[in-house]
């Protein structure tokens, strides 16, 4: 969450900070429509002092209540969502929600791909010559991620590091075993990366490659990527579990040119969605300057 708020105060530009509103803990357990949008959920509220115009940027479904109610305290908050609050939506002057999510407000706007703060690597001449990214996700509540799954994985990538240097980066979904075995087959020709939690250096990973595989399940994985002008393959597995919302996002990718599906024999491509940045950026800015808050 924290990720996808810096990285689009980054894009408009904002100089910003973090804070930290702390949850009373019998609101926290609450399902968010049940939660009160007013102060007293709020335990450190008054550690925040507001005095001039601010734009708030908040999201997922735990901070929907905590905005609401700082715009209540203070008027002069140009409060913006990220993700589908799921509920109170007119009680924010701007949500930015994935085009999937189907959110046609006159204060929404969709994205294509999920917004983050991943720092990339922009001297073109640092390419890691033969080298590719192979970028596991794992169990959700949507995929199993079984034994068949981990070995097609750990198979496809003995296959590719017959061809290209294969730099293996888990994520915190990915099965211990899995990570376990990859390891003890001390594969030729790869590595793998751990504790790619650091912005700049996962950046550099991603941007340094010839090409990205991405597991097909993780939305953010697959942004993160795209992000970083290498071309993206996604990677495919339990077909019939997969969600209409993603089908329809691999669909725009696709038509889009941003990502390809993956092949054993995939052939490395460029892409670019400085296009898609510019005008996000653009519509954002134009709903700020236009809101009262801004113009008084």
Same mark, same amino acid.
């Given at each position: 969450?924290? &990720?996808?708020?810096?990285?689009?105060?980054?894009?408009?530009?904002?100089?910003?900070?973090?804070? !930290? %509103?702390?949850?009373?803990? %019998?609101?926290?357990?609450?399902?968010?429509?049940?939660?009160?949008?007013?102060?007293?959920?709020?335990?450190?509220?008054?550690? @925040?002092?507001?005095?001039?115009?601010?734009?708030?940027? &908040?999201?997922?479904?735990?901070?929907?209540?905590?905005?609401?109610? %700082?715009?209540?305290? @203070?008027?002069?908050?140009?409060? $913006?969502?990220?993700? !589908? +609050?799921?509920?109170?939506?007119?009680?924010?002057?701007?949500?930015?929600?994935?085009?999937?999510?189907?959110?046609?407000?006159?204060?929404? %706007?969709?994205?294509?791909?999920?917004?983050?703060?991943?720092?990339?690597?922009?001297?073109?001449?640092? /390419?890691?010559?033969?080298?590719?990214?192979?970028?596991?996700?794992?169990?959700?509540?949507?995929?199993?991620?079984?034994?068949?799954?981990?070995?097609?994985?750990?198979? !496809?990538?003995?296959?590719?590091?017959?061809? @290209?240097?294969?730099?293996?980066? +888990?994520?915190?979904?990915?099965?211990?075993?899995?990570?376990?075995?990859?390891?003890?087959?001390?594969? &030729?020709?790869? !590595?793998?990366?751990?504790?790619?939690?650091?912005?700049? /250096?996962?950046?550099?990973?991603?941007?340094?490659?010839?090409?990205?595989?991405?597991?097909?399940?993780?939305?953010?994985?697959? =942004?993160?990527?795209?992000?970083?002008?290498?071309?993206?393959? $996604?990677?495919?597995?339990?077909?019939?579990?997969?969600?209409?919302?993603? /089908?329809?996002?691999?669909?725009?990718?696709?038509?889009?040119?941003?990502?390809?599906?993956?092949?054993?024999?995939?052939?490395?491509?460029?892409?670019?969605?400085?296009?898609?940045?510019?005008?996000? /950026?653009?519509?954002?800015? @134009?709903?700020?300057?236009? =809101?009262?808050?801004?113009?008084?």
């Amino acid at each position: 969450m924290k &990720s996808q708020i810096e990285g689009l105060a980054n894009l408009i530009g904002y100089k910003y900070r973090n804070i !930290d %509103l702390k949850i009373n803990y %019998l609101f926290k357990v609450l399902p968010v429509q049940l939660i009160p949008s007013n102060t007293l959920i709020i335990k450190n509220i008054d550690d @925040y002092q507001i005095s001039k115009p601010t734009v708030l940027i &908040s999201c997922g479904k735990k901070s929907v209540k905590a905005s609401i109610a %700082l715009k209540k305290k @203070y008027k002069n908050i140009f409060n $913006i969502h990220i993700q !589908d +609050p799921k509920t109170c939506y007119k009680f924010f002057d701007l949500i930015i929600a994935p085009k999937h999510d189907n959110l046609n407000l006159s204060n929404s %706007l969709a994205t294509t791909f999920a917004i983050h703060n991943i720092k990339f690597e922009k001297n073109k001449n640092i /390419k890691q010559k033969n080298t590719i990214n192979f970028i596991i996700g794992g169990k959700s509540k949507n995929f199993k991620f079984d034994k068949t799954v981990q070995e097609k994985i750990l198979n !496809d990538i003995k296959i590719l590091s017959q061809k @290209y240097f294969v730099q293996i980066i +888990p994520s915190r979904r990915t099965p211990r075993i899995l990570i376990e075995k990859i390891k003890n087959n001390k594969i &030729s020709n790869t !590595d793998i990366l751990i504790n790619t939690n650091d912005p700049v /250096k996962y950046g550099q990973f991603l941007s340094q490659s010839i090409a990205n595989i991405v597991t097909w399940e993780s939305i953010s994985m697959i =942004s993160e990527s795209i992000y970083s002008g290498v071309g993206t393959f $996604i990677y495919p597995f339990e077909k019939e579990s997969l969600p209409k919302k993603y /089908k329809n996002f691999h669909k725009d990718l696709m038509e889009k040119k941003y990502i390809k599906n993956f092949s054993i024999n995939l052939t490395p491509f460029k892409t670019s969605i400085n296009e898609d940045l510019s005008e996000l /950026k653009n519509n954002i800015l @134009y709903k700020i300057n236009q =809101s009262p808050i801004f113009n008084t």
